[in-house]
């Protein structure tokens, strides 16, 4: 996980743990004790955070619930693409390297 996801993951917390989860329930960013910079930025962006009236901000829960879910489902899509690229990797080196069997003359050997 991405330092900047745990902070995003902090930042919610935060709002969470100041209740600031509804419009109504809005606080300022210094009841929050949260300086404005790249993390609030990239959650409002992302419409996780909203901002109302005056400086007072609350997590939108249901948007903060579907960005995991995405990045769950996104990280389980990579997770399932790189096991297949492995997998693939280990049969083409076992085939690539496996050795014929030596030719010896009036001896069959089956194919295959």
Partial sequence: ????????????RRFEEAGALSPDSARSLEQLGISSGRILRRLHDRLVVRHIDGD????????????????????SVAAIAAAVLILGLLLFTKT??????PFTPGVVRPVG
Wanted: proline share 3%; hydrophobic share 45%; aromatic share 8%.
């Fill in 56 to 75: 007072r901000f609350y997590v939108d829960e249901e948007v903060w619930a579907a960005l995991r879910k995405q990045r769950r489902r996104h990280a």
């Fill in 96 to 101: 690539a390297h496996a050795m014929p069997l």
């Fill in 1 to 12: 996980m991405t330092t900047t996801i745990l902070k995003e993951r902090r930042m919610v």
